[in-house]
């Protein structure tokens, strides 16, 4: 390469330094001699340094410029070593900032230990009681709907059936019979027509509930049964189309009882009236006579309700109808109003 | 997770979920219904969520619930608000935990929170900072301070030890 005043100075400081070739040296003495105004450049000195004051200025502004990791907690930077050493342990160079920051071993092995018993212990004695509350269970499909509706199906098919199979051959009823002590009467039975003469000449007990005031005068004078009983009791003439369609009826036509004599034919018959005519209506008596009792003595809200209707019915033409409804015991237990556009039904308490 | 690991959950962590309500709360009834919500929902999510995560759902689930409920109730205090002087503890006191446990209770909901976490459960920051959707420089924040505080309540704890 020509060497020429425009890159000269690099060879001239490759010169000073002594890194120069010796091609390139002689290069360089050439073009100083045929250039003697640039000789002079020969004797530069090249061994210059900053001065260190200089170097002192810039570390004071790198200080203010440093920042520390416990400004981001807005701790002392003390304080916030002794926690994280408590907290995770610290690095060699933090080890050595809290030397620097508390100088006293004494004093820095207390204040760590402190700060290591900081650490919060539970309460094992608090226990959550009601945990089967949180806890689900699994339901099993056992039976599938289809399958289950088609198994209620079959089973309903076949207790049909079974129904009807067992109503065609259902076995013969056995009548009833009248009760004997006469164990060795084996006498043939009479023929069905004469055994239907003889059940249709039965009194039937007439089915018609009696009176109330045939009951009230019961339950006051229950040994005057002569007449209830008269009233009670009838006889049925039947015509003889009726008796055949009644000999007809399986039971009837297959009545067989033995002869008995009549103390056991009147008990057969009497004790159904008596039980009917003595229990059952000293039953119904006795309710009616509760009821009139109720009547007689009612409870005051009750008195309060009937007077009250007295006076609407004495204001309004008897437009009021009241009516009362008693339990098996002839207590009154509701009571009905009814107006003309008024309906009102109520328990009684 | 299946209905057993469901149930496996109810048995291992009932108890510390409860027990950190309550600590937070301090009345039982609120805390019962808090864990009965906290399952709740598990339960609604336990098919989308993995058995090795329940427990960190559960803490999440139920430190949500008490966040919403203390700013329902307007007790959040703020961390600026704590003067450590006028907290500071003077009296004698013979159990160092209970005085803890007494200073803990006037720390901030959120700082309470995530000690709690740090140091009944062990979790690490990271885990906390996945429980409260915090990061984790800011729970590292949080459980600095609170220690700060805490050691500024207790004052000298030679009189304690």
């Known amino acids: 390469m020509r060497i020429d005043k425009n890159n000269y100075e690099a060879y001239l400081l490759d010169y000073l330094e002594g890194s120069i070739s010796d091609q390139d040296k002689q290069l360089l003495l050439l073009f100083l001699d045929e250039h003697p105004e640039l000789k002079g450049d020969l004797e530069t000195d090249i061994n210059i340094s900053l001065e260190p004051e200089q170097v002192g200025v810039a570390c004071h502004f790198k200080d203010e410029l440093l920042k520390h990791e416990a400004q981001n907690y807005d701790l002392p930077a003390k304080d916030y070593l002794f926690i994280k050493k408590a907290e995770e342990g610290l690095t060699v160079s933090e080890e050595a900032e809290l030397l620097l920051a508390e100088p006293d071993e004494l004093a820095r092995e207390k204040e760590s230990a402190s700060y290591q018993q900081l650490r919060l212990q539970s309460d094992s004695q608090i226990t959550f009681d009601d945990k089967n509350k949180l806890r689900r269970f699994i339901l099993l499909p056992v039976l599938k709907q289809t399958v289950a509706r088609r198994g209620i199906a079959a089973v309903a098919s076949i207790a049909v059936i079974l129904s009807v199979w067992i109503n065609l051959n259902r076995p013969v009823i056995v009548e009833p019979t009248t009760a004997s002590n006469d164990k060795n009467n084996t006498q043939k039975i009479e023929a069905p027509a004469i055994a239907l003469n003889k059940i249709l000449e039965k009194p039937v007990v007439n089915q018609t509930q009696p009176s109330k005031d045939s009951l009230l005068e019961l339950s006051k004078n229950p040994m005057n049964k002569a007449q209830t009983k008269a009233d009670s009791t009838q006889k049925v003439t039947i015509t003889p189309e009726s008796a055949q369609y009644l000999a007809s009826i399986n039971q009837i036509k297959r009545f067989e009882s033995a002869p008995i004599n009549a103390y056991e034919h009147g008990l057969n018959v009497m004790m159904p009236q008596y039980m009917n005519n003595n229990l059952l209506r000293a039953e119904l008596a006795s309710i009616y006579q509760q009821i009139e009792q109720e009547e007689a003595t009612p409870s005051l809200s009750l008195a309060l309700v009937e007077g009250g209707v007295k006076v609407m019915n004495f204001l309004s033409k008897e437009s009021v109808k009241m009516n009362k409804y008693y339990n098996a015991d002839g207590k009154v237990v509701g009571y009905k109003l009814k107006g003309d556009n008024l309906e009102v039904n109520r328990r009684v308490k | ?161």
Do not use: C
């Not at chain 2, 009932?14 to 219904?33: C, G, H, M, P």
């Not at chain 2, 995560?53 to 803490?59: D, G, P, T």
């Not at chain 2, 600026?80 to 013979?94: A, I, M, Q």
């Open chain 2, 1 to 161: 997770m299946t209905v057993e690991e469901f149930n496996q959950a109810v048995n291992q962590y009932s108890d510390s979920v409860y027990r950190f309500i309550l600590k937070n709360i301090k009345d039982e009834d609120k805390a019962k219904d808090i864990i009965q919500d906290t399952y709740e929902k598990l339960w609604k999510k336990h098919d989308e969520v993995n058995f090795l995560k329940v427990k960190s759902y559960l803490f999440s689930a139920a430190y949500h619930t008490l966040i919403d409920l203390t700013r329902r109730e307007k007790k959040q205090a703020q961390w600026d608000d704590v003067d450590f002087k006028n907290h500071s503890h003077t009296d004698g006191y013979t159990d160092l935990n209970e005085v803890l446990h007494q200073a803990v209770e006037r720390l901030p909901e959120t700082q309470r929170m995530v000690v709690m976490m740090r140091d009944y459960e062990g979790y690490s920051y990271k885990e906390i900072s996945e429980i409260t959707k915090l990061s984790e420089a800011q729970v590292k924040v949080y459980i600095f301070r609170a220690r700060k505080f805490l050691k500024e309540y207790i004052g000298n704890i030679e009189v304690l030890v």
